[in-house]
């Protein structure tokens, strides 16, 4: 089984966000979102209400499952046998960024990380941006899934 982690704050989970997910489906049998919840961080959104949304995304989508995680990234991707973790790139920002991340993980747990790059109708839809938007009372069903 090739079951690989989406890792994230996912506050919100955009359009961006899903479509990465909906194009690595081909290569996973099995894909976890995780939704980090840190208490140091304070999201917008609840952990419970981001999994919801997350869910209903993917109902018709067996192969996808969305669980919260508060350990290290690495320990819940052993917790749920995954041997990959998926991660999104949208500029030179990022990829610095996940390229750090990924080689500390592998060196932690022997974790593969496979990125995808946006599409670039994408690029520019970032969670903080919604949640900008969001605090001044703008529409942001644009950003989000239907
Ligand atoms: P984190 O707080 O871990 O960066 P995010 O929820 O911001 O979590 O993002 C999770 C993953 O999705 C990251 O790999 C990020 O680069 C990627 N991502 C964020 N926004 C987009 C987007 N618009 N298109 C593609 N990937 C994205």
């Given amino acids: 089984m090739r079951i690989a982690i989406f890792p994230g704050s996912f506050d919100p989970f955009t359009v961006g966000h899903a479509d990465i997910?909906?194009?690595?489906?081909?290569?996973?049998?099995?894909?976890?979102?995780?939704?980090?919840?840190?208490?140091?961080?304070?999201?917008?959104?609840?952990?419970?209400?981001r999994v919801e949304a997350i869910r209903k995304v993917f109902r018709d989508e067996p192969k996808v499952k969305v669980r919260t995680y508060s350990t290290l990234t690495v320990d819940f991707a052993k917790e749920e046998n995954a041997t990959f973790m998926l991660r999104g790139v949208r500029s030179t920002t990022d990829f610095e960024y996940e390229k750090a991340f990924?080689?500390?993980?592998?060196?932690?747990?022997?974790?593969?990380t496979v990125l995808l790059f946006t599409a670039p109708e994408y690029e520019y839809i970032s969670s903080s941006l919604v949640r900008d938007l969001y605090s001044y009372g703008k529409d942001i069903t644009p950003y989000l899934p239907k």
Avoid: H, T, Y
């Fill in 102 to 112: 990924a080689e500390a993980n592998k060196q932690l747990s022997g974790i593969e």
């Fill in 21 to 49: 997910v909906r194009r690595a489906l081909p290569l996973f049998d099995s894909i976890v979102i995780g939704v980090g919840v840190n208490a140091q961080k304070k999201a917008l959104f609840s952990a419970e209400e």
